[in-house]
């Protein structure tokens, strides 16, 4: 079986700052990982996704994501925080399997202060 | 392109009464997704089709749950009869393919039971 841990439920950053947002995999197959982010009262929309291949993967809005097989992390990070950032991210595992399904992580609320 | 649809965005009714949730997903798209989201948690999986067949819906309460996609395009979910546990955000969300890694997620609707 497959699951996220999400450590953090509230992360609050300086603009300007570095974000960090931590997620943990556990999968009994190569997974592969995704970030989302929504934004309030908006559906999910992708940031990046790990496949195969190079493991440092770049998204939109200047959000990367590294994928550490033998930390099973797949941490999220933007080297400077803007306002716009604020909003509620997802960390999420597929087996790329049969049915593809999406299991997700509880969220990370992140603030950004100016 | 236009994007996954959904309405109503949002509703309010007491238990015991029914709802349905109307989704219509991105043109071309095989694949479709109902997800609940609960406040504090991420999206659950509900039912995914393959055109107008089940893939999976081992998570779907289907004493009170349905959902079809009779033509394999728009997509109902309906709850009948509601309960205060099924106040939660139902997304819905769509992929060309089964296997396609990247899927797109409507707004929701936001459910309120009282």
């Known amino acids: 079986a497959q699951s996220v841990t999400q450590l953090g439920s509230h992360v609050s950053v300086s603009e300007g700052a570095l974000v960090l947002l931590r997620c943990n995999y556990s999968s009994s197959v190569p997974p592969y990982l995704f970030w989302y982010v929504q934004y309030p009262n908006q559906g999910l929309q992708l940031l990046l996704k790990y496949t195969t291949g190079a493991t440092l993967v770049k998204g939109i809005n200047g959000f990367e994501a590294e994928f550490k097989k033998s930390e099973t992390s797949f941490h999220l990070t933007k080297p400077s925080a803007h306002m716009s950032d604020a909003a509620e991210y997802f960390c999420?595992?597929?087996?790329?399997?049969?049915?593809?399904?999406?299991?997700f992580g509880t969220g990370t609320l992140l603030a950004v202060q100016p | 392109e236009a994007g996954v649809a959904q309405s109503p965005r949002y509703k309010i009714i007491e238990k015991r009464q029914s709802v349905a949730f109307w989704c219509n997903p991105i043109s071309g798209h095989a694949t479709l997704y109902w997800y609940q989201q609960i406040l504090g948690q991420g999206p659950k999986l509900l039912i995914q089709f393959q055109n107008n067949g089940v893939v999976d819906d081992s998570q779907l309460p289907k004493d009170r749950f349905s959902a079809e996609r009779l033509k394999g395009v728009d997509s109902t979910l309906k709850i009948q009869p509601a309960k205060l546990e099924d106040s939660a955000v139902y997304l819905c969300?769509?992929?060309?393919?089964?296997?396609?890694?990247?899927?797109?997620f409507g707004p929701g609707t936001r459910l309120t039971v009282t």
């Open positions: 999420a595992v597929s087996d790329g399997g049969a049915t593809n399904k999406l299991i």
């Open positions: 969300a769509s992929s060309l393919a089964l296997t396609s890694e990247n899927k797109y």
